[in-house]
């Protein structure tokens, strides 16, 4: 088993940008494929942005152009760069596997709010 964890949330205004951090806690090699979730009060969590283990990047359309998936294999560490934030962003983000995913760690909140 994998345990992530999750940091780098906060409360934010619209417009503002967040990075939020995912630790492992072992290597995950390269041939994961991983990515980051979100999931809203009252909605099911839904996968924003994946990276390959070649580096190859998709995201959800809400997303495009705002957010940015990167991974440091070497340090067990993935990111996600989050830009323009609107209020639509708010929720809890986890990391995970992409497709099986291994046990959900605790989150970081994000709150885009005037």
């Known amino acids: 088993q994998v345990q992530f964890v999750e940091s780098g949330g906060g409360l934010v205004q619209p417009g503002g940008s967040l990075r939020l951090s995912c630790v492992a806690s072992?290597?995950?090699?390269?041939?994961?494929?991983m990515g980051w979730y979100r999931q809203a009060p009252g909605k099911q969590r839904e996968l924003v942005a994946r990276i390959t283990a070649g580096g190859g990047t998709d995201y959800v359309d809400s997303v495009k152009g705002r957010f940015t998936i990167s991974r440091d294999d070497a340090k067990n560490v993935m990111y996600l760069s989050m830009n323009s934030l609107k209020a639509e962003d708010t929720a809890v983000y986890y990391c995970?596997?992409?497709?099986?995913?291994?046990?959900w760690g605790q989150g970081t909140q994000v709150t885009v709010s005037s």
């Open positions: 995970n596997r992409d497709g099986i995913v291994f046990s």
């Open positions: 072992r290597s995950l090699t390269s041939s994961y494929a």
